[in-house]
């Protein structure tokens, strides 16, 4: 019943007076509890072609423009362009959870093996399902490259795009998927068929999705990595916005690179998304859901993102998110010329950012920073064009909530911008050792392509291991995992032996600093952090009281240093003085009765 009276209150407001007043290519039902679109008709509308050519796509046949194939009519599609074209070849690279293959379609003048002299640009598309525009853009520029004209594209560049990462959650799909989206009028579901969003796996590389596509990565080496999403959160004038980290002199372990996108890329683009009729933006985030002047941020430079991943493996990565409450044809579009413009500029430029890539990739810096968080300080003041909006009191929620009113605010807002700090400096080893028994972490290491050295016998080392001081475990879990945290760490040499098939895993090599942040237990992006090495903190063996307090007994007597630390401790923590289990527990932990790897981090660090 509850059901039936909801998707009749939808269905009201589908069909009451203020329809008449939705964008042209509205869904049929979904816009009126949405804030309305301000009116738009770019330049980049010619790029459509007639639902009546043998080759538009389900997107271009829709009246509305507001239809987004399912994962089999895409494939279809895509087969046919391959067999009607030598510049188009599909590649499957993986096979999702529910057993579907995982395709890329590579546009190209090589063959099946590319000039290694052409940048390589990729588009990933859908890796929230959703957000899925990427996917029918690329098949309209495809197409065009295919048989309308656009191949001088691939003269010195070649394309990978993704069409669907997320194939599962793809399927996943309905009308009522992302409620605070406009189109596409169908929606796959944000996570994948395991409720993993793969847009938080890119250090850890938990799911079959994101092994895939990070082995293409490795296989093909793309020049620009490109990461297409669309937004949620507050309203505003810009339909495409897109980021990187290191935009405007931030902190960023790819300098050279993001120096490159800062100078080169995002003025070509910002022109050519002007010039067919779109407004480019920075990619940023509202800071309060209730004003929407108090200011802007970044959103993190976390490494679990796409854009955090790729400064810190030095594969120029940008972010792209459309903004929501754009019309479907709107982003679309917008994503069209953003991925032409991408190959115009990589055609260019490509070798200047091949260079600066190199510069990056040789960088070994001694200390990383690492965990950050938002700065509480603002960088800057920015120039932002808003839209209107007022407050009214919502009976629902009881307070005041916004209502966007769909008209550009004539004034530029002048607001904070916000940036991210790190709080935490990791020193840089010569290498890790990760022991034999942890083949499932070395799989992940090999997966990110990072090099290592098997060894293939017992090996004895003098290392440095370390020893964690109170961690804390997560009350709920993320991403399918319990994190785990701890701030301070203990380092303790010892000669250890390593047995056969562990590895050694230096860090002068271009991604050392993804081998620090992924095995440095104080990281927030470390397999500890993220729960895969928890057995650290189970405690085997214990003694009884009856067993320990005779022999605590024994220990003082016969030690005076000993009694002397024991007593200071007692007269500085009362807490501790007034606990016999803890007194008794002090001393187990002295006698060689107490469990020697307990909350011994089984990585050594090679100094």
């Not at 669907?164 to 998927?177: F, K």
């Not at 990619?283 to 970044?298: C, E, H, I, Q, T």
């Not at 009694?563 to 002090?586: C, I, M, S, T, V």
């Amino acid at each position: 019943m509850r059901l039936t009276l909801l998707l009749a209150a939808v269905a009201a407001l589908a069909s009451g007076p203020a329809m008449s007043q939705s964008t042209p290519n509205a869904a049929p039902w979904d816009q009126e509890f949405l804030p309305p679109a301000p009116a738009w008709n770019g330049a980049s509308r010619a790029l459509i072609r007639a639902a009546s050519d043998p080759w538009a796509t389900d997107f271009e046949k829709d009246p509305e423009l507001n239809f987004s194939p399912d994962y089999a009519a895409t494939r279809a599609w895509f087969d046919r362009l391959d067999a009607s074209s030598d510049l188009i070849r599909i590649e499957q690279f993986g096979t999702s959870p529910e057993g579907r293959p995982i395709y890329a379609v590579i546009a190209s003048k090589d063959g099946g093996t590319f000039d290694p002299a052409k940048p390589v640009l990729m588009i990933q598309a859908g890796i929230h399902p959703g957000e899925i525009d990427g996917k029918d853009a690329g098949m309209m520029l495809l197409r065009d490259v295919a048989h309308y004209g656009k191949d001088d594209l691939l003269d010195r560049v070649n394309l990978i795009l993704i069409p669907i990462l997320s194939v599962d959650g793809h399927e996943r799909a309905s009308a009522y998927s992302r409620p605070n989206q406009r189109g596409p009028r169908i929606q796959g579901w944000r996570n994948t068929a395991t409720n993993q969003n793969l847009n938080r796996d890119y250090m850890k590389l938990d799911q079959a999705e994101m092994r895939a596509v990070r082995e293409l990565i490795v296989k093909y080496r793309p020049d620009l990595y490109v990461d297409v999403h669309v937004t949620d959160g507050m309203d505003y004038q810009y339909d495409v916005t897109f980021g990187f980290n290191g935009e405007n002199g931030a902190f960023t372990r790819s300098p050279a690179s993001s120096g490159w996108l800062d100078a080169t890329f995002k003025p070509a683009m910002y022109a050519a998304l002007e010039g067919r009729g779109h407004i480019p933006g920075e990619l940023v985030f509202g800071v309060d859901d209730g004003n929407p002047k108090a200011g802007l941020s970044d959103g993190g430079l976390g490494e679990r993102f796409s854009n955090g991943w790729g400064a810190a493996a030095h594969v120029p990565t940008i972010l792209i998110e459309n903004h929501s409450l754009k019309p479907y044809d709107q982003r679309v579009l917008g994503t069209y010329v953003f991925i032409e413009t991408a190959l115009r500029v990589l055609a260019t430029d490509g070798g200047d950012l091949r260079a600066a890539i190199r510069s990056d990739e040789a960088l070994r810096p001694a200390q990383i920073a690492a965990n950050f968080e938002p700065d509480p300080t603002p960088q800057r003041t920015v120039a932002f064009k808003g839209i209107r909006y007022e407050t009214y009191r919502s009976e629902a929620s009881g307070r005041d909530e916004i209502r966007w009113l769909g008209e550009p605010d004539p004034e530029v807002w002048q607001v904070p911008f916000y940036g991210s700090r790190p709080t935490l400096t990791l020193a840089r080893p010569e290498a890790y050792w990760v022991p034999a028994h942890r083949r499932d972490l070395i799989e992940r290491l090999a997966i990110h392509g990072v090099r290592m050295e098997r060894i293939e016998a017992s090996r004895t080392v003098s290392v440095d291991m370390l020893r964690l001081v109170d961690p804390t475990t997560a009350t709920r879990t993320n991403e399918g995992h319990v994190a785990n945290a701890v701030k301070t760490v203990e380092v303790e040499r010892r000669d250890w032996t390593f047995p056969a098939g562990s590895v050694r895993v230096p860090t002068d090599q271009p991604l050392g600093d993804v081998v620090v942040l992924l095995l440095e237990p104080q990281s927030s992006e470390s397999f500890f952090a993220w729960g895969l090495i928890s057995e650290v903190l189970n405690r085997v063996e214990y003694i009884e009281g009856y067993a320990i307090a005779p022999l605590a007994d024994r220990m003082l007597a016969a030690d005076p240093a000993l009694r002397a630390e024991f007593e200071a401790k007692l007269a500085a923590e009362p807490e501790f003085a007034a606990n016999g289990d803890a007194r008794l527990q002090w001393f187990y932990e002295r006698t060689p009765f107490h469990d020697d790897r307990y909350r011994l981090y089984p990585i050594a660090r090679e100094p």
